[in-house]
């Protein structure tokens, strides 16, 4: 099926520095959504994003839907320990009736 | 308050085996989801029900079979279990039957054929 190319595949960070992952898609979304996914749990919506162009903050999380409509970002400022896991992109469109998913993000923090 | 839930959380079978899974949610939503993660984490969509009615059913083995009795609810059987079946299984749900539509994840339940 369909996939959005979501890069980058894995991260190693000091705790302290940001962090900047995106999403591409040949497609053009209604919606763009970010989701974070700890170990044994189940993926939770982080930031959704309803218009291109459009700039969203959640705390030290700050997303972007791309004005072409076919991208999307996002950012963590000040990363600490907790911010380990897997962030999953997902697009979506009325036209459709299901999302469309990255293959995720692996953010681990350097001991 | 769980939104949505799965039992169980964990499932180990033998090959041959029939099992099911649950799943509820409590959020008044009306579309509910099965997704299918392997061991690569990648979430791959196996069925959608709005309001029981099957709205998705992608490339998945006749071996799976959905059941919605009611919005709440999206139950999950599997027949004839397979090596190849392990994964963890997620339930979602979302408030209308458009892609373009937050969804919002159970759990998930962690299968294991052996």
């Known amino acids: 099926g369909q996939q959005l190319n979501q890069s980058p595949q894995s991260m190693f960070i000091q705790e302290g520095e940001d962090v900047s992952m995106n999403c591409t898609s040949s497609?053009?979304?209604?919606?763009w959504l970010w989701y974070k996914q700890d170990p044994g749990e189940g993926p939770v919506l982080l930031i959704a994003?309803?218009?291109a162009g459009e700039l969203t903050s959640n705390g030290r999380l700050t997303a972007q839907f791309g004005i072409t409509r076919k991208d999307s970002f996002l950012n963590i400022s000040a990363s600490i320990p907790s911010d380990v896991g897997i962030y999953f992109c997902?697009?979506?469109?009325?036209?459709?009736?299901?999302?469309?998913w990255g293959a995720g993000t692996k953010l681990i923090i350097k001991p | 308050d769980t939104a949505v839930s799965q039992t169980p959380k964990y499932l180990v079978t033998q090959m041959g085996n029939d099992k099911s899974i649950k799943c509820e949610q409590n959020?008044?939503?009306?579309?509910m989801y099965w997704y299918k993660q392997d061991s690569k984490k990648f979430l791959k969509i196996m069925f959608s029900?709005?309001?029981?009615?099957?709205?998705i059913n992608e490339t998945v083995p006749n071996r799976f079979s959905p059941k919605s009795p009611d919005k709440a609810h999206l139950n999950l059987h599997i027949n004839s279990l397979e090596l190849g079946d392990s994964a963890v299984y997620f339930c979602a749900s979302s408030q209308r039957v458009t892609g373009g539509d937050e969804q919002f994840f159970g759990p998930g339940t962690r299968l294991t054929v052996l």
């Open positions: 997902a697009g979506g469109s009325d036209s459709n009736y299901q999302l469309i």
């Open positions: 959020l008044g939503h009306d579309t």
């Open positions: 994003l309803y218009k």
């Open positions: 029900y709005n309001n029981k009615e099957l709205i």
């Open positions: 497609s053009i979304f209604n919606t």
